[in-house]
């Protein structure tokens, strides 16, 4: 079992978890209602539309996404993907209204090359293109690149209908920039002879909890303008149990046009003065789920939410601050919530060597992403239980380990059996004896043993032992490796094929002095 509540879990995103929830949903279990609309569950229906107006106000959203306005309102899906696949099923079915379509061939949707699969996945189901869009420099998706592709595919006689923009992406939690991709949306609206009407959808499924503080309400609200539709999942960053995503509309009427079947026995006297969310999603049943955002709320508060939320992004900062010292590393993107993406300097494989070995220690879960050709490693605070020192404990499981990665990195280039005998292939361990550190030999640290276990062929990629020593002693165990491997000139003392071949101290010092410095 992997556990998501652990403090040294860091992979993914977080798991909502808390008394009130799991009491919430306890309570729901006992009473085993099927919501699917106001006749069969009034007290399901009803408290749904006041949570989602609480966390509409909470976020700081114009009324017109609220259900007291009369026009949109939210609702709970079961995840931010489901809500993506709504969103485009609305939106085509709108498309093919507007253009008098009767396939969907040449419908274009687009997003960022970061954005969620879950936006790729909903476009294959709806059948239509989908653009994937090179980000900027600052890893999100620009106005300008955005209306480029969509002039180009009006020109090929393509049909834009769709744009998700992503505020906080998987892999780094980058953000696309909303205020300019609703510029050149407002800007394309009368370009063709068929006004253009692209649905704009916000996916902000991890960071989209944090707008109920309003020192990040700006990332949503500067470009809201031509957004027609918006998600985050509680279960993520409110102390809410899965599943619980939150789905915002402007207009209702394009979800109810597009998902509505109404047969006699779903009819009611009440259907047309209230929600029947049955016709806002893809299921006919839906489970109480507003019950456990209610106990939720009504237990923490806002206040307490947003202390929730503030720590966990200080605890990224904090990270990012050890991770910013250590000149092995570099960032990629910046750390706005509680997600680190890092790798090491040098090729894609450091990294992902370094992956391998954190996570198969069980000290520390985390994963990895691509991001721009750049294998990076996620490091997400994720647990409500984590501290500073767990922080503190993290970055030295990964400093550790990166020592050993990348002494091995240094050996696997000096010891290749491209420049070693067949003699020396056929071993499976080499002997470096040092010297006698009784009189206060100056090369006291140099180990004694250093062993790979590596087969005949295959490069020497198992980490070595790290005794505690010098700097100094390091780099002349590393030098002495390197000179041992590529000088014709040392000759082991047992030519013996599948034992331990011995190199004499003295020799390697001596191919040191010829050797350019470390």
Same mark, same amino acid.
């Given at each position: =079992? ?36 106001? &006749? ?40 931010? $993907? ?9 939106? %085509?079915? %709108? ?17 960022? =090359? ?21 980000? @900027? ?43 300019? +991709? ?64 939150? =789905?915002?509309?402007? @207009? ?22 209230? &929600?029947?969310? %049955? ?10 789920? $507003? ?7 009504? %237990? ?47 090729? !894609? ?11 198969? $220690?069980?000290?520390?879960? =985390? ?9 990076? +490693? ?15 404990? &993290? ?40 010297? @006698? !550190? ?81």
């Amino acid at each position: =079992m992997t556990n998501w509540q652990h403090p040294n879990f860091h992979a993914y995103f977080p798991a909502g978890n808390s008394y009130p929830s799991i009491l919430g949903e306890l309570m729901e279990s006992a009473l085993g209602c099927i919501g699917f609309s106001w &006749a069969a569950a009034p007290s399901c229906t009803e408290l749904e539309i006041v949570v989602m107006d609480w966390l509409g106000k909470a976020i700081g959203l114009p009324e017109d996404f609220l259900h007291c306005s009369g026009k949109g309102g939210g609702v709970l899906q079961g995840s931010a $993907s489901e809500s993506v696949l709504v969103s485009m099923l609305a939106a %085509r079915h %709108r498309a093919f209204k507007t253009h008098r379509l009767s396939s969907s061939t040449r419908l274009v949707a687009y997003c960022s =090359m970061l954005a969620h699969s879950c936006v790729e996945k909903a476009a294959s189901l709806c059948n239509v293109r989908l653009r994937q869009l090179e980000p @900027d420099a600052d890893f999100g998706l620009s106005g300008e690149t955005l209306r480029q592709a969509i002039e180009k595919d009006i020109h090929d006689n393509l049909i834009p209908f769709f744009v998700c923009a992503t505020l906080g992406t998987t892999s780094i939690c980058s953000f696309d920039n909303l205020p300019s +991709i609703s510029d050149a949306l407002s800007s394309l609206k009368g370009m063709s002879e068929t006004p253009l009407n692209i649905w704009l959808h916000v996916d902000s499924a991890y960071a989209g909890n944090a707008f109920i503080c309003p020192e990040f309400q700006h990332l949503l609200l500067d470009g809201i303008e031509e957004v027609d539709s918006l998600e985050f999942n509680a279960n993520k960053w409110l102390l809410t149990n899965f599943d619980c995503g939150c =789905m915002w509309v402007r @207009d209702r009427l394009h979800l109810e046009d597009c998902l509505s079947v109404d047969p006699l026995y779903l009819k009611h006297d009440h259907q047309h003065l209230t &929600a029947d969310f %049955r016709n806002w999603g893809i299921p006919l049943s839906r489970r109480f789920r $507003s019950l456990k955002l209610w106990f939720v709320i009504r %237990r923490f508060g806002l206040t307490g939410l947003q202390k929730h939320i503030r720590e966990q992004v200080r605890l990224a900062k904090k990270f990012t601050k050890l991770l910013q010292k250590d000149t092995r590393f570099e960032q990629i993107g910046k750390t706005r919530m509680g997600l680190v993406s890092f790798k090491l300097k040098g090729e !894609n494989e450091l990294s992902e060597r370094l992956l391998g070995v954190i996570n198969n $220690s069980g000290q520390l879960f =985390m994963v990895p992403a691509k991001v721009k050709h750049n294998y990076v +490693i996620r490091f997400c605070v994720c647990s409500t239980s984590t501290t500073n020192s767990d922080i503190e404990r &993290a970055w030295n499981v990964i400093s550790y380990h990166a020592d050993h990665v990348l002494a091995d990195e240094i050996i696997e280039m000096t010891l290749c059996p491209g420049e070693l005998s067949p003699a020396d292939l056929a071993t499976n361990s080499f002997l470096f004896p040092c010297k @006698d !550190n009784s009189q206060g030999d100056e090369h006291e640290a140099v180990p004694d043993l250093i062993r790979s276990r590596s087969t005949v062929g295959q490069p020497f990629r198992r980490p070595f032992r790290r005794y505690s020593t010098s700097e100094l002693s390091h780099r002349l165990l590393y030098r002495s490796i390197s000179s041992a491997a590529r000088l014709q000139s040392l000759t082991p003392t047992s030519n013996t094929p599948h034992k331990t071949t011995q190199l004499r101290l003295d020799t390697i010092l001596n191919a040191l002095k010829k050797e350019r410095p470390f």
